[in-house]
């Protein structure tokens, strides 16, 4: 049988993603995020050991997604090799602003460090489209793209708007992710705020709170994309907003009465209870839900993104996969919890980071 696997590798609060497919002994790669540089250098030698991958995307500009690659695009021999990247950088919002017809020109240093290591390592950028734009407004994303042994990408965020939105912020953005090209490297060190583990959940109070959507710019500007292999589909939503997601389901056809199938829903913004909503939970027939965080900074997975899950399908049997047992994860491992709302949790086997499963 055809292998189509996701590992979640440990990235702290933020996400290093591995799609592979194809058959055993000949797989393809394809690699999101790096997490923090922390994690980077931990997963150094698996990216040397496999060498080569079909794909490597850089969602969007927060720290926990993008700062593994700046140790990476500071190596003097890169680890491994990309045949194609996928990244929004200055330029390609300058370009989404002009196809939304506002010329108006802004002065933001464009030489922040990912930028330059991607020009220095001559993988190919955003190759796919003409404009080198990884958008939904780009022509080629009407369609899904295909890669090296079957894979195809549909692409779903993010939308011209949502680029140009982040032009004003981009130099401050840019500052927080230590990424401007005068800034130190990050300091490795885990930080781990004040947790609030909910005692006693109950779910239907949790899934009626209302619903308050992500609002901020780097966010928006998140890649997401269908990944699809061997009748085989999942959502790799990064930090993605919903109704953005929603938007283009829409115009991919899909309603409440006609829900996408998908073996796997990668969560946006590691479960972020501003980024699922109930209305996106509509357009999709799905039962298995993947988190990557350790918890840390912002206390994710919220559990009103999973109490809103189980409510949204209270009869199914479904799947819960988390990259890392800590609290905000582990107080779903619950047996009365887990009998009354037909679901099992995953966690990364004992000894082990991360977790690797076929979709």
Known sequence: MPVFKLAMHPASEGDALMLSWGEEGTLHRALIDLGRTKNYRAL????????????FAISHIDADHIEGAVPLFGETTLPFTACNVWFNAYAQLVDARERLRDLETLGVDQAEKVTIGI???????NSQF????????????????????????????????????LLPTWASALAEAHLRKEDKDPVEQAEVEGREILGGLNVEVLAARQYSGDSTRPNGTSIAFIAEFDQRRVLMAADSHADVIEAALERLGHSAANPLK?????????????NTSPALLSLIDCTRFAFSTDGSRHDHPDAETIARILTHDPERQKTLIFNFRQPNTEQWDDEELKTRWHYDCVFPAAGKEGIEFEL
């Open 119 to 125: 020009e220095a390592s001559d993988w190919p950028w």
């Open 262 to 274: 998908l073996d796997c829903l990668k969560v946006s913004h590691h479960g972020s209870k501003a």
């Open 44 to 55: 150094k030698p698996l990216l040397q050991a496999i060498g080569s991958f079909e794909l």
């Open 130 to 165: 003409a404009s080198r734009i990884v958008s939904t407004g780009s022509p080629e994303a009407a369609a899904p793209l295909p890669f090296a042994g079957g894979l195809k990408l549909t692409l779903l965020s993010p939308t011209d708007h949502q680029l140009t939105r």
